[in-house]
């Protein structure tokens, strides 16, 4: 009996530090450091290259608007599946959320509608649920089969309802609904003035950090100020509450939660409704606030990149809002046009990647760093040879981030345990 | 144990059908709920979907999305989810028929040319994925669906007046050069409308897809690897390499998707090139069970729906109602393959059980009657 109970502890210890294969987490400090690496890198772009939007208030603005539904999605994922459950049909959920979002939204007020978006969500999050902890489908071709159901289904009904009477009469159509009241912004004033007018002034650093900032307090829709509460209550309600510590069991050892009592089912439950009602509240988001009406296809595989914006935050709020924040700046270079831009952020990918040439050599493996050589000596003839990005290519500039990015840090990632693991209620004994 | 077990294919049949009745019982109600008659519906469908043209019409869709079953199937066979069959088909169409347009050869060299093509920038562009997957461990779900949407910008950028774009003479419509006379697929004669000749070949794929998988090794290597990877490598699979390797097939495969499109049909690749038969595949897949008939069957199915909802439109009914059918299908048919394998695990261990119980009870009568 002694021998079983000192022999527990030593195998799980190194896990709970974070052992060799985990990253060290970052602390607030790095956290602020790594922020002003990139910022001053961002500024040197600018200053060098001479595109002045990478770093102006609208850009950031506008990149904040983006991050919100693609930082929401990510949340929901966050929640599904640090209990166990991977949730593909974030996609789906969003797509719930911008049409019911849209239909109570112009019928009634724009925050009845984010209430029906973020309802729309949790009843695919339920359908996902049943389908994956009762049932035992496969956690992926289950959120592919509600993604395909949540497209057929609002395709249909968007017809019949935004093609009518009323709605048809208020510019509804077979693939868009009437538009919806607009979502109160809020904007610091005097603080947002000044800030615009450093700005102006293109200093070197001084301006980017005002163009920043000043893009973070103007216009800021409340919605966005629920969501970044939302990122602060997961956080606490996952890491420094019971019910959390119980909730990320369910995904780390099921078979261990059940012996101690947890009621495995019903934690899965809770958080794939949630995840849902938070793909919802990012497909509201999309529909209320960024462009007041329900558009076919309008979340554009946001899910997906929420998703992915989860994974490079390695299964945590405060990564994920950098991904998402990053994901929402390649996002909102399109939105703006961003050409020059996007020509100008090829420069620091040269050196982001001759970079990391020289820390592969470094460390003596030859083909990953020659790989990185290669293609930065690539990124930059490309850079040298032309004077903008086509704007194919800037459209496709989060997807491209997406993938960079996942394919530079997705070794060190450690995912929940038992993510995507079929759990059966009393399999362990 | 019997090799032909009656009850287990009853089994594997009962979990498609339920899911097709269930999928017609919920779109009666939403028919019903947006106050619609439901049942004249369905019997609109039905007769309609029975004509002779629509016979046509349904092989020649079904071709299309054979294909595509099988790209997934592929992937799914050994657990790897290539939702980037959608993104594979596209480019592959398109520069295969960027290709078939700037050449002039015979028939016999160029089909087969355009054809490699494709299956070549389909296998190449699933490749990424795969390399990606096994070097630096990102998951091929993520990064096939960034690669449709990649796939989508290059297409867009080349299809444009002097790149690889053509605009046609009444100067509205931008596609690549048309396909030369020779190079025109073969069709069958029938009437009203012709069969796609590519029909063949997508019979053809589905024999070598059953082939390949059951009767040689390295399909047994790739159930092995998508059954359990730890007993693959145990066992002396490279798993990596077969992910690659089965990536690359998936793709080629894809590759063929748009083919009866732009050899029967169209000649050429323009803005009106199907789209979204990748998403199409992987719900024909999930539903005819990764297995060369049943994703026939699938195929037919879902080319029979969008016909017969097509007519739908012209009677006072929403098209769209396809996709809440097909919705509801594919979410019914994945649960109740899980209930039908659930019940048949547990049939197969009362079975064993049983046996065993009876055996232990013939010995113990033997030893009392040799005591």
Not at chain 1, 276 to 298: D, K, P, R
Not at chain 2, 10 to 34: N, Q, R
Not at chain 2, 65 to 86: E, K, P, Q, S, T
């Amino acid at each position: 009996m002694t021998a079983t109970a000192t022999s527990t502890p030593p195998p799980a210890a190194p896990k709970v530090s974070g052992g060799k294969g985990g990253r060290t987490r970052l602390s607030f400090p790095v956290v602020l450091l790594i922020v002003a690496g990139a910022l001053l890198a961002l500024s040197a772009v600018r200053a060098i290259t001479g595109a002045q939007d990478v770093t102006s208030a609208g850009q950031i603005s506008a990149a904040l608007a983006m991050a919100v539904p693609i930082g929401l999605a990510g949340l929901g994922g966050l929640w599904a599946e640090r209990a166990g459950v991977v949730n593909i049909g974030l996609e789906g959920m969003m797509i719930l959320g911008t049409f019911f979002g849209a239909w109570a939204g112009w019928q009634t007020s724009p925050w009845l509608g984010v209430l029906a978006g973020i309802i729309g969500g949790m009843l695919g999050g339920l359908l996902h649920a049943v389908a994956t902890v009762t049932f035992g489908v496969d956690h992926i071709i289950s959120g592919i089969a509600i993604n395909i159901l949540a497209v057929g289904f609002t395709t249909y009904f968007a017809k019949l309802w935004f093609n009518t009477g009323e709605a048809a009469a208020k510019g509804g159509s077979p693939k868009q609904s009437p538009p919806a009241d607009d979502i109160t912004s809020v904007t610091i004033p005097g603080l947002s003035d000044w800030l615009h007018s450093i700005e102006k002034h293109h200093w070197f650093f001084v301006s980017d950090v005002a163009g920043v900032i000043g893009g973070l307090v103007t216009n800021v829709s409340l919605l966005t100020i629920l969501a970044v509460i939302l990122f602060v209550v997961t956080f606490f309600v996952l890491w420094k509450t019971s019910f959390g510590l119980r909730l990320r069991s369910c995904g780390e050892n099921p078979i261990a939660a059940e012996s101690l009592g947890v009621n495995v089912y019903r934690y899965k439950y809770i958080a794939v409704i949630i995840s849902g009602g938070m793909a919802g509240l990012g497909g509201a988001f999309l529909s209320l606030v960024t462009s007041h009406i329900y558009n076919e296809g309008q979340t554009g595989g946001r899910g997906y990149i929420g998703l992915a914006a989860m994974i490079f935050g390695n299964w945590r709020p405060g990564g994920l809002a950098m991904g998402a924040g990053l994901f929402g700046f390649a996002d909102a270079l399109q939105l703006r046009n961003g050409g020059e831009s996007v020509h100008a952020l090829l420069l620091l990918l040269v050196v982001v990647l001759a970079v990391l040439a020289a820390w592969k050599l470094y460390r003596k493996s030859f083909v990953q760093g020659a790989v990185s050589a290669v293609i930065a000596a690539a990124v930059l003839v490309w850079y040298l040879a032309t004077d903008t990005v086509p704007t194919e290519f800037v459209s496709a500039t989060p997807y491209i981030v997406t993938l960079l990015v996942l394919s530079l840090s997705a070794q060190r990632l450690r995912m929940p345990k038992a993510d995507g693991m079929r759990y059966r209620k009393g399999q362990g004994k | 144990m019997k090799k032909f077990d009656k009850e287990r294919l009853l089994l594997g049949i009962a979990a498609p059908v339920l899911a097709i009745v269930v999928a017609f019982l919920v779109t009666a109600l939403v028919l019903a709920a947006t106050g619609k008659e439901p049942f004249s519906a369905f019997g609109i469908m039905f007769d309609y979907g029975v004509k002779s043209d629509s016979q046509v019409y349904i092989l020649n869709k079904a071709t299309t999305y054979y294909l595509a079953g099988l790209a997934v199937a592929v992937g799914f066979r050994m657990n790897l989810f290539n939702i980037g069959v959608d993104g594979q088909y596209r480019l592959a169409a398109f520069f295969a028929a960027a290709v078939g347009g700037a050449l002039t050869l015979p028939g016999a060299l160029q089909i087969p040319l355009i054809i490699l093509t494709a299956m070549i920038v389909g296998a190449m562009w699933a490749g990424i994925a795969g390399v990606l997957k096994v070097t630096r461990g990102v998951s091929e779900v993520v990064s096939t669906i960034m690669l449709n949407a990649i796939a989508t910008a290059i297409i867009g950028y080349l299809l444009q007046q002097g790149r690889l774009g053509h605009l046609d003479e009444a100067g509205t419509k931008i596609s690549t050069t048309p396909l030369p006379e020779s190079s025109h697929f073969f069709e069958f004669p029938t009437t009203p409308t012709p069969v796609w000749g590519f029909i063949v070949v997508a019979v053809v794929a589905g024999i070598a897809y059953w082939f390949t998988l059951s009767r040689t090794r390295f399909g047994f290597d790739l159930r092995t690897v998508g059954q359990s990877g730890s007993a693959a490598e145990a066992s002396g699979v490279n798993v990596k390499k077969m992910v690659v390797t089965s990536m690359l097939i998936s793709g080629a495969v894809a590759g063929l998707v748009g083919m009866p499109t732009l050899l029967n049909d169209s000649y050429e690749y323009s803005g009106d090139f199907p789209i979204g038969i990748g998403f199409t595949g992987i719900a024909i897949a999930l539903l005819g069970r990764n297995h060369p008939i049943g994703i026939a069957l699938g195929a037919l199915l879902w080319g029979f729906l969008e016909r017969g909802t097509g007519k739908l439109e012209f009677e006072g009914y929403d098209k769209e109602i396809v996709g809440v059918i097909q919705g509801v299908i594919v979410l019914c048919v994945v649960i109740a393959y899980e209930v039908v394998r659930r019940y048949g695990l547990k049939r197969q261990q009362s079975k064993v059980g049983a046996e065993l119980a009876a055996q232990a009870a013939r010995n113990s009568d033997q030893q009392e009657v040799s005591a």
